[in-house]
Nanobody, 128 residues
Framework: VQLQASGGGLGQRGGSLTLSCAAS????????MSWYRQAPGKEREGVSC????????YYSPSVTGRFTISTDNARKTVYLQMNSLKPEDTAVYYC??????????????????????WGQGTQVTVSS
């Protein structure tokens, strides 16, 4: 299974960007998909998680109301629509795939290791 993240780039404060994560290889269902980010000098943090079977979704408090995660199961692609961007959103964003049920532990750093496939990361830079 390979995950290809794309869509990063330079955004402005208050602007929008959309990230995509396309899965390929021996993947029949996406199961649990999540977006993480890591800013320079900071720990990696969970941004959002989606149960692709029914689109149940979860967000970190820092992005709630501004970011929207969605899935296109036919295309095996997950998206992260980022609105009202802030400079503190600047980070490398990673998508990850995990087994069913993992969104129930969203935010639990210990369970991060249960995501078994990770994309290569895409840089998002928000200017002030």
């Amino acid at each position: 299974v390979q995950l290809q993240a794309s869509g990063g780039g330079l955004g402005q404060r208050g602007g929008s960007l959309t990230l995509s994560c396309a899965a390929s290889g021996s993947v029949y269902t996406l199961n649990t998909m999540s977006w993480y980010r890591q800013a320079p000098g900071k720990e990696r943090e969970g941004v959002s998680c989606i149960v692709t079977r029914d689109s149940s979704n979860y967000y970190s408090p820092s992005v709630t109301g501004r970011f929207t995660i969605s899935t296109d199961n036919a295309r095996k692609t997950v998206y992260l629509q980022m609105n009202s961007l802030k400079p503190e959103d600047t980070a490398v964003y990673y998508c990850a795939r995990g087994p069913p049920g993992l969104c129930n532990y969203f935010g639990d750093e210990i369970r991060e290791k249960d995501f078994d496939y990770w994309g290569q990361g895409t840089q998002v830079t928000v200017s002030s």
